[in-house]
Structures are given as C-alpha cells and as structure tokens.
C-alpha cells in the first residue's frame, strides 16, 4: 500500500479511530489501526477493531493500493505532531511501514492484517432509525451518570434502549445503579426494534463522536450489534452487553402532587455551600443532604444534624414534602439536566424521589432517598 495525504485530513481520521482504542491495552491487535486503500479510490478507510469498530474516511491519493495495521495511538502520536498544511506519505505491507513528510522518514512495526479479528457483521437486517445527533447525545449523556459499574450487576453497566410509551411510540434509553435511574424519551421508535444494552464505554465514545454533529444518524440495531453512522460517513460498530436489564417500571412513581419547583442553579449552589461545611473525613457517601418544604414558596436545604445549617431558596411549592440525599447524587442529578429549572415529587421521605424538567417532558430521575 502507498498514499499521499494531507496531515490534517489524516489527523482529524485517526483522532476519531482512536476513540475506540483503550490505551491500557497491551495486545498489538487490540491496539491497531487499519488504512485500507482501494483501487482507483480517491479516499482511505481508517478503522480500528476490537469490540467496539470505528470506520472513517480520510482523503488521500491512493498510489498502491492495499493495507497496512500499525499502532493506532503511535500513528496518531506521529501525526499530530507534523504540519497540519503538509502532505505524508504512507507506504506498507505486512513486513513494516514508512512514514514519510518533507525530509523526514519514520519506520513502524505492523501487525499483519491477517492477525486482526474480522469487523462484526449483522446476521439478518437489523432495525433502524433515523435520530438527530444532537438528541441521541443529549440522551446518552443525560442517563450516563447513572450508569453502573458494579461487575456482578453486568447488565447495568451501560444504557438500555428499548421501546416505550403509549403504544411503544419512543425510543427510550434509560440507565440505572440501582440508587438512582434515568431515563430519556426520544421519537420515533422503528416497528421491532429490539432491547439492546449499549456498554458504558461505548456510550463514553459516542457521547464525543456526536458532539457538534446536529446532522441525522442512523442508528441499526439488533440483538448483538448496534451501529450508529453519522452524516460524514463515520461508522461505530459495537457488541451489546449480553443481558435482560430489570423491569424498571415499578419504580417509576407517579406525580402525586407534592412538588417543589425551584431554580436548578440555586438547588446546585445550595448544595455546594453544604458540601463546603461537611467534616472533610466524612465519607463522601456519607454526606447527606436533607431537602423539605411545606407550601409556603420556601425549600429549604439542610444538614442532618439539627441546628447546623439551613440555607432557604426561593421556589414554587405543593402540599408538605421531605427527603433526605446523597450529595453526590444530587449535584450529578442537578448537573444532566440543561433546564432553567427542576421539579421535585416526593410521596413520603422513604419513597423515591421523581425529578423533572417542569418545561421540556420526556427526561426523567428517580433517585432513592436516605433515611431522614
């Protein structure tokens, strides 16, 4: 294989192959980037491959064509460090490659193509959708903070889409740790797509690919594979996570009234300033913050031990209502929604907590409570 290409095509290529690289990976072929250039073509195809496959393009003048695998996090090393304005040159095969610029002249040690492990494919026609990128982000990135990594809960480290709604109407992908879950509604749902667990990891890297990309997706799934291609022909193929994520309809509660909708600045600021006050040896998970109001357009936040503080925000209020929290989760909870404000439901300080964004619907956190 030989090419002639612009370093910044090739860099922005490789910099996105590289998102499904983990670099704690010390097995060549799970740390490999195949450029795979075709007859007559007038652009290269950058792919990484492991369990998550990552497929660009990157324009360049295809001289020879052929295939070459080398370290991806090497490559993309060597390349950014060059002139975004210059033009390299890449030559290989299975005994090594150069890397050429101006004066300079790299070798690199290969991994023979034939040691990689075949891109997954689908077995039948998968289920597909057509989604903004921006709202399929916004939708992995508002449920990834509840997202487990507890290894013998498997099935709750990553986001579940599925179906949802009034006649299955929504795509819905929520996630959950079993102290709190998320969820978010996104139209439409395709006619037979499948329950599917996207890894926490590759959500990670989904989250970065769609940033800044408000062109439609497509996202394909079936029962083993999804795979989401965006408007510049970048592709991610990942395995799902083998697994029935638990029913968690039961644990959704209804509104039932007693709310408070307060500024979700000021319920973030409040909570800091508690944090600021804590003994710094508490456990973090043990800082608890308590949360009340009784109808009088007033919430208060404060400490569990009596007398130690209580800091007011102004707000609108129903009924009398009380829970206690982590503060941890509270500021992680606070921090995935983007709206002016929050609605808080309780039904009892032992029940969960339903919180919402008063003025968009479709997202919603449950968080359990502490005892009070």
Excluded at 175 to 185: E, K, M, N
Excluded at 306 to 314: E, L, Q, R, V, Y
Aim: charged share 20%; aromatic share 4%.
């Amino acid at each position: 294989m030989k090419i002639l290409a612009s370093v910044s095509e090739l860099s922005q290529a490789l910099a996105l192959a590289n998102l499904a690289i983990d670099g704690r990976v010390n097995i060549n072929a799970l740390r490999a980037v195949r450029l795979v250039a075709d007859t007559g073509a007038s652009s290269i195809h950058v792919i990484t491959n492991c369990d998550r496959v990552i497929s660009t393009m990157a324009i360049a003048t295809v001289i020879e064509p052929g295939a070459v695998a080398t370290d991806a996090i090497s490559l993309a090393g060597l390349v950014g460090e060059l002139q975004p304005s210059a033009t390299i040159t890449i030559t290989g095969d299975d005994s090594g490659a150069a890397v050429t610029c101006f004066r300079s002249r790299w070798r690199m040690a290969v991994v023979p193509i034939s040691d990689l492990a075949p891109v997954p494919t689908f077995k039948g026609e998968p289920a597909s959708v057509v989604l903004a990128g921006e709202d399929l982000r916004r939708a992995l990135s508002f449920c990834n903070f509840a997202t487990s990594t507890e290894r013998t809960r498997y099935y709750l480290n990553g986001i579940c889409l599925h179906a949802a709604g009034t006649g299955a109407t929504a795509l819905r992908a929520v996630a959950s740790d079993g102290h709190r879950l998320s969820l978010f509604d996104l139209p439409p749902a395709p006619a037979g797509f499948p329950t599917i667990i996207i890894p926490g990891s590759t959500v990670d890297v989904l989250i970065t690919l769609l940033k800044g990309k408000p062109e439609s997706v497509t996202l394909r799934a079936s029962t083993e594979l999804v795979e989401i291609t965006t408007g510049d022909e970048t592709t991610l193929l990942s395995k799902l996570i083998a697994g029935t994520f638990p029913d968690y309809s039961h644990t959704v509660p209804p509104p039932t009234g007693t709310n408070a909708v307060v500024k979700r600045s000021e319920l973030a600021q409040a909570l800091r300033r508690l944090n600021a006050i804590y003994d710094r040896a508490a456990d973090p998970h043990m800082r608890i913050a308590r949360i009340a109001w009784n109808g009088d357009g007033v919430v208060h936040v404060s400490h569990t031990v009596p007398d130690i503080s209580d800091d007011p925000i102004d707000g609108e209020t129903n009924g009398t209502g009380r829970f206690a929290a982590r503060l941890s989760h509270m500021t992680e909870l606070l921090d995935t929604f983007v709206g002016e404000r929050v609605a808080i439901d309780v039904d009892g300080h032992r029940q969960p907590v339903l919180v919402t964004d008063p003025d968009s619907a479709g997202s919603v956190v449950v968080q359990m409570p502490c005892v009070w």
